[in-house]
């Protein structure tokens, strides 16, 4: 079951009054726009007049012409239209700078500043503003004007190295736009303490996130084991060699199980679970690294006992013991999970636009007194764009019909 929900029934947010104006494209910095929306931000995405964020197009496409993807990860944004190469554009968006708290934008560096809006220029505009600039490589270094994208931060990370069977291929390391979305988080926590410090000084600063630095810093201990044993972290497929078993294994009916039995507890719950509880105290498996030396025989042992059962037989006996298992979800999976449904990690959004609902991931994460809310889903390009130019910079409608005849807006 899909919990409905319906805009505005929310209470007072903890970034209410708090102005964000999202000029980026794609996922990672309007991600982190996103999510300071959800908690009360009022987003401004402001897009070019022609086409708008290429996100749009990114995706499943729906009958108005927007992707899904649009609709879930632009959820309560303002679309305004502004063409920053142009002359009146550019003071325009000078002028929304001015009124707001944050810019969130994932240029290549140098572009804002070829267009007369970089971070110098900004900042002399409103000196207490908060700039996320979000790149492949960063703001600096010899790599800072290449093209970034997740996957590319992927490869440069070290996380597609260590994604595949060992001596195969490399694969995509789940997603491929996982270094978007962390790069988003990184990003939101650095604005939320740069306007924390803003609140304090009246000072204003940018943050510099980049899409490596991101996946880099969530690879564990490969960077302190190579630096000081030399180790050169390898693929291993579905299982590694930290903790056994720990990996995926095949049940019967086809389908994936996963344990982690990262303590000689959970491995004997796990044992009890085979039926096999001698395991627990056998003189090669009943002691961690014990068991790590011998994972082979470990894992054929749990591979043999999971592939004579279907996946509900082998959930029903690993959880009567607490076993660390999960099976291997698809989204049909949890489209039907109890947790996600007692979790109410799907909402049913209504889309006027569209004339339908679409379903999308709930805001996390949860605060007990304040929680995030989705008030609409991404709007149609320029949908608001009057509403802004009017309501926020006290411009005429006969000064609004004069920029769109000049192809400003």
């Known amino acids: ?28 910095a309007p991600y982190a726009a996103g999510i300071l929306g959800e908690f009360g931000a009022e987003v401004l995405k402001v897009e070019h007049p022609l086409g708008g964020d290429p996100c749009r197009h990114f995706g499943s496409a729906t009958e108005k012409g927007d992707t899904l993807a649009w609709l879930s990860e632009a959820r309560n944004k303002k679309s305004v239209t502004v063409d920053l190469r142009n002359k009146e554009g550019s003071e325009i968006f000078k002028k929304l700078v001015a009124k707001s708290d944050v810019v969130c934008e994932n240029f290549r560096p140098g572009t804002l500043e070829k267009w007369g809006l970089g971070w110098e220029v900004l900042r002399e505009v409103n000196p207490s503003l908060v700039m996320l600039r979000v790149s492949g490589y960063g703001q600096t270094g010899p790599y800072r004007d290449r093209p970034g994208f997740a996957r590319i931060a992927h490869a440069v990370g070290g996380l597609s190295y260590l994604a595949g069977m060992p001596r195969e291929t490399p694969v995509t390391p789940g997603s491929t736009t996982l270094g978007d979305y962390l790069t988003g988080m990184y990003g939101v926590i650095g604005a939320l303490m740069a306007l924390r410090y803003k609140g304090k000084t009246g000072k204003g600063q940018y943050i510099d996130a980049a899409l490596f630095e991101s996946v880099f810093r969530v690879t564990d201990e490969m960077a302190p084991a190579y630096a000081k ?75 043999q006992w999971c592939g004579a059962l279907t996946r509900k037989e082998v959930s029903e006996k690993c959880y009567a013991t607490g076993a660390p298992y999960a099976p291997l979800n698809d989204v049909r999976d949890i489209f039907g999970n109890r947790q996600f449904m007692a979790r109410r990690n799907l909402m049913s959004i209504d889309d006027p636009e569209l004339g339908d609902t679409v379903v999308v991931p709930t805001t996390v994460p949860r605060l007990s007194k304040t929680p995030g809310q989705t008030k609409w889903l991404g709007a149609s390009l320029g949908r608001h764009t ?20 000049r192809r400003v807006i």
Do not use: Q
């Open 1 to 28: 079951m899909v919990e409905e929900r319906k805009p505005h029934s929310k209470p007072r947010m903890p970034l209410e009054g708090i102005r964000v104006i999202d000029v980026a494209t794609f996922i990672a």
């Open 386 to 405: 009057d509403e802004v130019l009017r309501d926020l910079l006290g411009m005429s409608d006969k000064d609004i019909e004069g920029l769109r005849t």
């Open 229 to 303: 044993f030399g180790t050169v972290r390898e693929r291993t497929g579905a299982h590694n060699k930290i903790a056994c078993p720990m990996g995926h294994f095949r049940t019967k009916d086809d389908k994936w199980v996963a344990f982690a039995c990262t303590t000689d507890k959970l491995f004997a719950a796990l044992a009890e679970s085979m039926g096999r509880p001698e395991l627990a105290s056998h003189a090669l498996y009943g002691e961690h690294d014990k068991r790590i030396a011998a994972r082979h025989e470990v894992n054929e042992i749990v591979s």
